[in-house]
């Protein structure tokens, strides 16, 4: 297979800034009628108060059938209620193309009597969370819980461990395509990598530092794979979060730097949004989103859940019904995703109060040593700037320094027998960045600002790993990604993201932002450097990228 340069992906749209059309978003069709959505409602609500038979007859006025089949699933497996081999078997007839029908097929088979036909077989396995349950159904070592899926994390644990093929797998049997994503972006199946990072960045209900790498993952597998015309509109999906680590990288690509607003007296008074970009990418008319929900019984699912507030089944039928698009309807999908999640309140328009970005007076015991976003950036990770913060696991003050790590790097034991020495502001800044210091100079990280800022969190280890199983000169991205230790790999993010903010709000240098964006594999904190000021008030300039 081809291989891509890396350089080549990061620098693409950083060095080309192309001017695609906008589109405005399509309104989503209603499912259900009135009296339908009333009944459906009625009925859910008398299952859950246990009420079967005022939930059956109630079904039974249903003119639209399209959640008819939940609904059975939910009475065959109430509580209060032992369903028999004929039922399950009957429900399967009718719905073997529905989310929980791995479920049903599994009990059918324990139930199933002697001499009994075969249930239907799941026609889609729309949701595999049971999926290996199911497998072992028709084994002799089935166990009395045949329900109980793979553990959540197994697909990252095989990813961990370079089983590559089991965590694409298992990350789409367990609906962890971030982890699927990884895993065929590793083993060089781009076309399958953005199928599952799109289901990430088009989920409107997860975390929005969650959805802004999933686009520029999407936006990186989309190179990788040939669809160039699809880059741009994922990189500006990624760039509506413009305080994230990879909204902050995807806009620097298109060349659209977050704008500082309002700027007052002091730069925290600023407010930081998105450029105008232009409306959302992926235009479909009304009309043919109308026609799609019309014609399509799981987008019809989806937005009936969403009707009666069941968000979860709702994203559930999203997700795989984006899976398994075709390359025509997937458009279609991302606009019903696009358009359920504003009817649940969820804002297009990110914009960042950067009071969230505080930058009191900090005076270290010598001065800065490091840039000084960078100390701004974890003392408030770390403490939110609370000089008398202690953790639960012995770090002190304003940048969390261990005791030991300070008798270490000071040459001074007193740090043990005395640790609230580290409540003194301007001690634990002087460590904390000698301990930053020590990070960036070592042999394996080459000064490099992630490889250094992840391990404050971790220590080095982690992040050694990771670059034993990459190889040298790995993709930096792919880097923090491949760390095995989850808090590290949140922490390198929201802090780098962070340092960058302050870099604008103190009007300094980006260059660690550029050579991330174009690709470069060493990200030296260096290349942000300035000449060091004394200590004291922050600077209050702001540059020539904000206004």
Excluded at 82 to 107: F, N, Q
């Amino acid at each position: 297979m081809k291989r891509t340069s890396r350089r080549v992906l990061g620098a693409l749209t950083f060095m080309a800034v192309l001017a695609g059309a906008g589109a405005g978003l399509a309104q989503v069709p209603r499912a259900l009628s009135d009296s339908d959505r009333l009944s459906y409602t009625t009925a859910f609500d008398a299952l859950r108060q246990g009420q079967l038979d005022a939930a059956r007859e109630t079904a039974a006025r249903i003119q639209d059938r399209v959640l008819l089949g939940q609904l059975e699933f939910e009475r065959l497996f109430h509580a209060n209620h032992t369903a028999t081999y004929e039922e399950l078997s009957a429900w399967l007839e009718d719905y073997a193309d529905l989310t929980p029908a791995p479920r049903v097929y599994a009990l059918a088979l324990r139930r199933r009597p002697d001499g009994a036909p075969e249930p239907r077989r799941p026609g889609v396995v729309a949701s595999l969370r049971n999926w290996a349950s199911v497998q072992a159904a028709g084994g002799e070592s089935v166990g009395e819980d045949i329900f109980t899926p793979p553990g959540p994390r197994e697909a990252r644990i095989a990813l961990n461990a370079d089983d590559l093929p089991r965590a694409y797998e298992l990350g789409i049997a367990l609906g962890d395509h971030w982890t699927a994503g990884l895993a065929a972006w590793r083993m060089g199946r781009f076309a399958e990598a953005f199928s599952e990072f799109e289901i990430v960045a088009l989920d409107p209900l997860e975390d929005p530092w969650v959805r802004s790498g999933g686009a520029f993952w999407t936006s990186r597998a989309a190179y990788a794979s040939g669809r160039q015309d699809r880059v741009q509109e994922y990189l500006r999906l990624a760039g509506r979060w413009p305080a994230t680590f990879y909204g902050q990288i995807a806009l620097r690509q298109l060349g659209e730097d977050p704008v500082i607003e309002n700027l007052g007296p002091q730069p925290y008074m600023a407010v930081i949004a998105a450029a105008d970009r232009g409306p959302e990418p992926m235009a479909v008319e009304a009309d043919a989103l109308a026609a799609f929900v019309a014609s399509n019984d799981q987008a019809r699912r989806a937005v009936a859940f969403h009707e009666l507030g069941r968000s979860e089944e709702a994203q559930t039928e999203l997700r795989n019904g984006l899976r398994r698009a075709s390359d025509d309807d997937r458009t279609l999908w991302a606009a019903l995703a696009r358009g359920l999640a504003p009817r649940r309140g969820l804002s297009s328009a990110v914009r960042i109060d950067a009071n969230a970005y505080p930058m009191p007076v900090l005076e270290p015991e010598g001065g800065f040593t490091i840039e000084r976003a960078l100390v701004y950036a974890i003392a408030r990770k770390e403490s939110g700037f609370e000089p008398q913060a202690r953790s639960s696991v012995g770090a002190y003050g304003i940048m969390q320094v261990m005791p030991t790590t300070a008798a270490e790097l000071a040459g001074d034991p007193g740090f043990v027998r005395d640790p609230q020495r580290l409540w003194n502001p301007a001690v634990n800044l002087r460590l904390g960045q000698a301990y930053i210091t020590r990070m960036l100079g070592m042999g394996a990280f080459q000064g490099d600002l992630l490889r250094a800022v992840a391990s404050y969190n971790a220590g080095p280890g982690p992040m050694l790993g990771a670059l034993r199983r990459l190889g040298p000169n790995p993709d930096p991205l792919l880097l923090i990604e491949t760390i095995d230790v989850p808090q590290a790999r949140a922490y390198v993010e929201d802090v780098v993201a962070t340092y960058w903010i302050y870099q604008r709000m103190m009007g300094r240098p980006l260059h660690t932002l550029d050579a991330v964006a174009s690709g470069a594999t060493h990200i030296p904190l260096a290349l942000d450097h300035v000449p060091p000021q004394p200590a004291g008030t922050p600077e209050s300039g702001a540059s020539a990228e904000t206004r």
